[in-house]
Structures are given as structure tokens and as C-alpha cells.
């Protein structure tokens, strides 16, 4: 389907937004930075829901979204990185990839119900990372980044401790449910 899918026509836009062609996807950041490093893995070929892909299909998919999600977080080295599949306003396969990041105004909830103006980055920002970020992509399918990027052992959730804020954050969001 490519006349009236969204992200169909999307897939041979290799505009600005572009950032990398991989195995079964497509990479663009989307255009609300506002959450900086926010991408979309689009899925190269029409299908709605994870389970009309075969098991080869769907495993390629989860290895590109795995590889970009690692790059992501080599660059920006988020706090939690979030996995978001909907589909519901564009029937596409397309994950969001969103680095959430220290002092995220609600760290604790999905971007989608933080009230926000659109933030577009000027165009040589754009550039600068699309120039940057593939290069990352690809030494991740080269196998040049351990399973943790750069991050330290204690980033693991097995020895992480969370610093006194994300404990006090934590804290308050118990107590709001």
C-alpha cells in the first residue's frame, strides 16, 4: 500500500528528517525535538500489526530497532530509553525510539501527555546529527559496541542506584496512585 499509507510515501523521502536504509527499516528523526534524539524505525514494506510479518521478518525488525535504540543511547545516554508500536493514526509498523533523558519534564510518564510547544532544530542541527548518528547505527551492525555501549557496568538495572532526585521522583510517583 503506498497511496494512502503515510509512512509508505514516507519510505522514499530521503530528506533531511533521513537518517539511516537499514535491513527491514528506515530511520528519520521526527520532526518535534523536543525530546531530543526522538526517532522513527519504519518498517520498509506495508503491514499493520507485528504479527502479519514471519518470524524472520519480525526478528530482522526487533534486531533493526535493537541496533538503533543502541546508537541512541551511545549518543545521547538517556536515563530509560522508551520502545513505543501504536499504529493507531498511521496503520504502518513503525516503532518510536525516545531517549529520555535527565531533567525530562515527566520522566515518569509517556511523551505523549507532556504539553509541549514543537521543537524543530534548525537545519544545520538537523544535519549535524543525521551526519553523526548513522555512523553509530553502522558500527553497531559491525558488532563494534558491546551489548551496553558506552555506558558503565553500573548503568545496568542489576547494580544500577539511582541518584537521590530519582529517588525522590520515584517517591512522589508512588504516592500519586
Known amino acids: 500500500m503506498t497511496g494512502e499509507c503515510f509512512m ?3 519510505l522514499s523521502d530521503n ?3 533521513f ?10 528523526f521526527n520532526e518535534d525535538q523536543f525530546f531530543p534524539g526522538w526517532v522513527f524505525v519504519v518498517l ?12 524472520g521478518e519480525r526478528a530482522a525488525l526487533i534486531e533493526d530497532v535493537t541496533r538503533v535504540a543502541r546508537a541512541l543511547a551511545r549518543v545521547y545516554r538517556p536515563v530509560k530509553m522508551n520502545y513505543e508500536l501504536l499504529g493507531n493514526l498511521v496503520p504502518h509498523i513503525h516503532w518510536h525510539l525516545v531517549p529520555r ?3 525530562d519534564p515527566e520522566l515518569q510518564g509517556p511523551v505523549w501527555r507532556v504539553e ?5 532544530l534548525p537545519l544545520d542541527e538537523v544535519r549535524r546529527r543525521v551526519e553523526h548518528l548513522p555512523g ?3 558500527a553497531a551492525y559491525a558488532g563494534g559496541m558491546p551489548i551496553l ?3 558503565e557496568k553500573a548503568r545496568d538495572r542489576r547494580t544500577f542506584t539511582p541518584c537521590p532526585n530519582q529517588r525522590r521522583r520515584r517517591r512522589r510517583a508512588r504516592q500519586r496512585y
Not at 537518517?19 to 528519520?28: G, K, M, N, Q, T
Not at 520498509?44 to 507485528?50: D, I, M, S, Y
Not at 509541549?116 to 524543530?120: L, S, Y
Open 8 to 10: 509508505c510515501a514516507r
Open 15 to 17: 530528506g533531511p528528517l
Open 19 to 28: 537518517v539511516a536504509d537499514l535491513p527491514s527499516s528506515r530511520v528519520y
Open 44 to 55: 520498509k514494506r506495508h503491514a499493520v500489526e507485528l504479527y502479519d510479518l514471519d518470524p
Open 101 to 103: 533523558l535527565e531533567g
Open 116 to 120: 509541549h510547544e514543537p521543537r524543530a
Open 136 to 138: 553509530v547505527v553502522s
Open 149 to 151: 555501549g558506552t555506558f
